[in-house]
Structures are given as C-alpha cells and as structure tokens.
C-alpha cells in the first residue's frame, strides 16, 4: 500500500513539472523567436521480480525544434532565420543562442537586440556598422551592406540545446558548449523585414494543460482514498491488538 502512495507521489511530481513547463509556454505564445518547452518521462523500476515497482521520472526538457511562422513588419532591422539555425548575442553570462531578430543600431553603429546585447558574427566578434549609413541591406546569407559597401555579416550557429537546457530571458538560450558558426550553407539564411513568431499552439497547450490539472486531480484523489484505508487498516488491527 505504501508503494502505491509512493509510485502516486513520483506521478505527481512529473505531472507538476509538465504544468509548469505548458504553463510557461502558454505564457510566452506571443514571444518572438520562443520554442516551446516539452517534457520526456521514463519508467524508474525499483525492485525485482514480483517486488518491482515502477515509478514516475521527473523527467527529461527538452526543446521543440519545430519553426515558428514567418511574420512580414517591414522594418529593416528585424531579422527571421530561416532553416535550423540560431543568432549569437553577447550577454554576461556569455554567447547566448536565440531566433528572436529584433535588432536595431545605436548611436556608435553596434547592432544590437531589443535588450540592448550586442549581435554576433560568424566570427563571434559584436557586429559594427556604420551610423552615418542608415539601415543595412541584407542577402538572404546574413551578408549587410550599407550604400553598397559591405560592412559585415549577421553569425547564424548551430548547436544541441541537449535535455534540461538553461533558458536567458525568454526566447534564448544558454549553450552548454561551443556553437558551430554555419558559413555557405544554402538550407539556412535569413529574411530581412521578417520576424520568427513563437511555435506554441495555445489551443493544444491549454487543451493539455486542463489534462495535467484533472490528471493531478485524479491522482491526488487516489492518494487520499488510500492514505483512508491504511489508516482504517491500522485501527482495526490495533483494536484487535
């Protein structure tokens, strides 16, 4: 009886970090450049035999690598990747990974994000353009230009956010190694004037997140059915004592 509270403790454990994990990516529906949180659970099996029992993980994130849809603003300094890649910003806790392309150019002519982090090239290096030039042309490879002069190229990498990844902000996030700068590749580029929306389906998050909650419910029912009867059990035997 005792194995079944807690085999129902390690599902609500993992079903609780699954609402959090909807929770935050219904919250972040309209955040440019976010890809949704998903969650991969596995069978913990303790015992052998007819004494086995399996529990709940509390499992695996992960990332969905499906791309959001392409959004047309017009404006010269928003940037959408397009293919399986990501733009390198520089914040204080290092090279940060993120598809939101909301740029602009200060008054020195450093590219920079919407936070205000510098943007990378391929080489890592902040991206510096001319101020007296107005907005930059961009080729479908990243490739600027201000009048017709090439003043630099916007970096597009390649990295493995691997299970349990660090978030920064709301749509970057934190490599656990080195990305890989992607040069002269044709299935990965950008579009000028576009920006990437976010992946999540809120229709499907919340259709789950009301399964998660009743799953919760369930089981936190059954938990307390159970703890009743072992607590009758153990009345009755003690008055028999």
């Known amino acids: 009886m005792q194995d079944g509270l807690y085999v129902a403790l390690s599902s609500q454990i993992a079903l609780e970090r699954r609402l959090n994990t909807i929770a935050d ?5 309209s955040t440019v450049g976010f890809r949704a949180t998903g969650v991969k659970f596995e069978d913990v099996v303790s015992g052998l035999g007819q004494d086995a029992v399996s529990f709940a993980s509390a499992g695996d994130t992960y990332l969905s690598a499906k791309s959001g849809s392409l959004r047309e603003t017009g404006n010269p300094f928003d940037f959408a990747i397009q293919g399986n890649a990501w733009f390198g910003i520089e914040t204080p806790v290092g090279t ?7 740029f602009s150019m200060l008054d020195t002519g450093q590219l920079v994000t919407i936070e205000g982090y510098p943007v990378l090239d391929a080489g890592g290096a902040p991206l510096q353009l001319d101020p ?51 040069v002269d590749r044709v299935d990965v580029g950008v579009a000028q004037g576009f920006l990437e929306d976010s992946n999540v389906n809120p229709m499907l998050e919340m259709t789950r997140l009301i399964a998660v909650q009743r799953a919760f419910e369930n089981i936190a029912a059954a938990m307390r059915s159970t703890e009743q009867t072992f607590g009758n059990a153990i009345e009755t035997l003690g008055s028999k004592a």
């Open 96 to 102: 940060v990974m993120t598809r939101d392309g909301r």
């Open 132 to 182: 007296r030039n107005g907005p930059p042309q961009s080729g479908a490879d990243g490739v600027l230009r201000q009048n017709g002069q090439l003043v630099g190229a916007i970096g597009l990498f390649a990295f493995e956010p691997g299970p349990n990844f660090t978030r920064f902000g709301n749509s970057g996030i934190v490599p656990a190694g080195q990305p890989e700068p992607l």
């Open 25 to 29: 990516n219904v919250a972040n529906a």
